[in-house]
């Protein structure tokens, strides 16, 4: 019983350290941090989520990534129909998944001081990219605010697994540099499957949001 006060004094301590100064430190930034939103980050695998994002971009007036989306020439239309300058926007394809959304961006945002991203995904696929980008952003003290996009009847709830297991890959990701998914899938083949970028297919087209409430 002696030992128990200075065991709660050192592991006290320990914790103290983490979030004060050590790894979990971007992580306090993240979910304290009350700046407005900065950039809008559209996740690719359906159409209806570069109308958002393009939209969000015209009226906040904020700077846009689409990661993994359409097209090029498709892209381009849009935004000339929005009235959007190329220059307000990246068209990045170098994600292969959810994850790679992420990894592929999140060094290049914290280096540009980016502290708010707004998240554009599928309302189905939003749980997922939120529970890894909150790990991989929340790692560069990068906080986010998911904005789901309907998709009504064509939404595909996805399981816990695949949730729990990209969560799984982001942590080792932030960790170590790496992502295991492919290691994996050369030593046990069966079972696993890329999907596609962001997740979902294409869906038809979703009603407005309003950009004041974010």
Known sequence: MRWFRPGVIAVGG??????????????????INRNPP???LVLGGDVDREHIGVRLARDLSLPLIVSGGSNQEYAQWLLREAGIPLSQVQLDYRAKDTLG??????????????????????????PRSMAVGHVVAGSRGIRLTG???????????????????????AWAWV???????YWAQRHWSEGFSDESVGG??????SPA??????
């Open 14 to 31: 320990l914790l103290f350290w983490l979030i004060a100064a050590g790894p979990l430190r971007p992580y306090r930034h993240a979910l």
């Open 38 to 40: 900065q950039l809008i």
């Open 101 to 126: 959304n992420f990894t592929s961006l999140v060094d290049e945002l914290h280096l540009q001081g980016i502290q708010h991203v707004l998240l554009v995904t599928s309302e189905d696929h939003l």
């Open 147 to 169: 904005i789901p996009v309907s998709c009504a009847e064509n939404c595909q709830e996805e399981g816990w697994e695949k949730r729990i297991g990209d969560w799984l890959r």
């Open 175 to 181: 960790a170590t540099g790496r992502d295991f998914k």
């Open 200 to 205: 979902g297919s294409f869906r038809p087209s």
């Open 209 to 214: 949001l309003d950009p004041a409430s974010y």
